[in-house]
């Protein structure tokens, strides 16, 4: 059989493969009445921000896709045991990253307290009402652990909490709202209410079954396929939100001010995805090659390995704390990626070194051991900066993380001292005391 045979039937081959990967249709769990990103509507079909936003995903891959709509437990459990493929949106936590992996996030967001106007006070240890969230958000358990002296009742769902807003029978209360950018302002307080104050900003994220890397980088492939003008147009639709018919949602309604913020949100998002993309000037960030073809720079890494020496032929554990030294460097700085089993000049070593290092000898076992080290030196809570992800090239699995920009700054606690790292001339380096208060007051201005 000549070699053009060869080719011809592999070729088919992978066609059929890859055909086979997508035919199946994509269970999305969905948080249905998340207002306005995502809700039922008078025909009984979910809509929403997240909804548009998931369409147009499924247009540009050519995937199809189906939402099931769930409380937030179901979809964590549902997604645990594969009776959905994806959670359309969530926040990150330590508890719910046991069990799922998440990718790039899809909007910004900010979780905010809101209490009736007769009630005055100065700090939140000072409210003697009563609180209310919905159970099993992430709002619930931070205020669960942050705020143990307050009077807290949890709703079922977001209906059941908004209905008791729109009759003002609650003293306060908890919800997510845009986070707005620049000098626009937060959205109108519903009536009766005022905001009284951010509890905390996250960033709402796609999530899937804990080690179904290849489903998280096909998430990531098409969401970088959507444009700025997409998003804006997606937002655009969402106008109409002052002429909500539940009359429920009013409060929410700031109209044209708050599509601006919505639009604003929408843009930086995609801007903050293609920033990375384009840091090295290319148009996707599954095209590898061509990211390690140019080399290193002040937002790519390269090390050879996880723990394995080469020179020496040996596991040396100061070749781990390089690595986290890199990952905060890129915390503290502008974000970056740092590519695992590449070496300084581009060539591909792959990982099967240090695979044999660990307990688990696979891709998993190094996976755990990476988060076992940024928890140790960097705090659990780093990890909704970062994607981790092993990926095959040349047959050779490499390890890439890809790291956002820290909204505080992150210190490398290392033998009960504390070291501040950033990224300059394309290496990490550290600051001296004096250096770090200048740095950090001028790179996180309040």
């Not at 039922?40 to 809509?47: A, F, P, Q, V, Y």
Request: charged share 25%.
């Amino acid at each position: 059989m000549n070699k053009f045979l060869i080719q011809l039937i592999l070729t088919v081959s992978i066609l059929f493969v890859t055909a086979d990967g997508y035919s199946k249709t994509y269970k999305i769990g969905c948080i249905d009445d998340y207002y306005p990103y995502i809700t039922t509507s008078n025909n009984g079909k979910l809509e929403g921000i997240i909804i548009d936003w998931w369409n147009l995903w499924s247009e540009k891959t050519g995937i199809e896709i189906e939402f099931v709509p769930l409380d937030i437990q179901s979809c964590i459990e549902k997604t645990k045991t594969g009776e959905i493929d994806i959670i359309s949106g969530i926040f990150y936590s330590d508890e719910r990253a046991v069990y799922v992996d998440f990718s790039d996030p899809l909007m910004r967001m900010r979780t905010v307290i809101y209490l009736k106007n007769n009630v005055k006070i100065d700090s939140i240890q000072n409210f003697n009402g009563t609180l209310n969230v919905v159970e099993n958000t992430l709002a619930h358990s931070y205020i669960q652990n942050n705020y143990q002296g307050l009077k807290l009742n949890a709703f079922k769902s977001y209906a059941s909490l908004i209905k008791a807003i729109y009759l003002q029978n609650i003293d306060g209360f908890s919800y997510d709202i845009p986070n707005p950018i620049g000098n626009y302002k937060i959205p109108t307080a519903p009536n009766g209410y005022y905001f009284f104050n951010t509890l905390f900003t996250e960033k709402l994220r796609p999530a899937v079954k804990k080690g179904n890397r290849d489903l998280a980088n096909l998430i990531i492939s098409g969401a970088n396929k959507i444009s700025d003008d997409e998003l804006i147009e997606i937002a655009e639709k969402w106008k109409m939100f002052e002429q909500d018919k539940t009359q429920i949602w009013w409060f929410l309604s700031i109209g044209f001010g708050l599509l601006v913020i919505i639009v604003i949100l929408l843009i930086q998002a995609f801007k903050t995805k293609r920033k990375k993309n384009h840091l090295t000037g290319i148009e996707t960030k599954n095209d590898w090659y061509k990211i390690i073809d140019k080399g290193e720079n002040d937002l790519i890494e390269f090390k050879s390995s996880y723990r394995w020496d080469y020179k020496e032929k040996k596991v040396n554990k100061v070749l781990e704390v390089v690595i986290v030294k890199t990952i905060s460097a890129f915390l503290n700085t502008e974000g970056g990626m740092l590519f695992i089993g590449v070496d300084d000049e581009g060539n591909i070593l792959g990982l099967d070194f240090d695979y044999q290092t660990m307990s688990k000898k696979n891709s998993d076992g190094l996976l755990l051991a990476l988060t076992n080290l940024i928890n140790q030196y960097l705090g659990k809570s780093t990890h909704k900066f970062m994607t981790i992800n092993i990926i095959s090239i040349d047959e050779k699995d490499i390890c890439i993380v890809n790291i956002e920009k820290s909204d505080k700054p992150i210190f490398l606690s290392k033998n009960e001292k504390e070291e501040f790292y950033i990224r300059a001339s394309a290496s990490s380096q550290p600051l001296g005391l004096r250096e770090s208060y200048k740095y950090i007051n001028s790179h996180w201005k309040k």
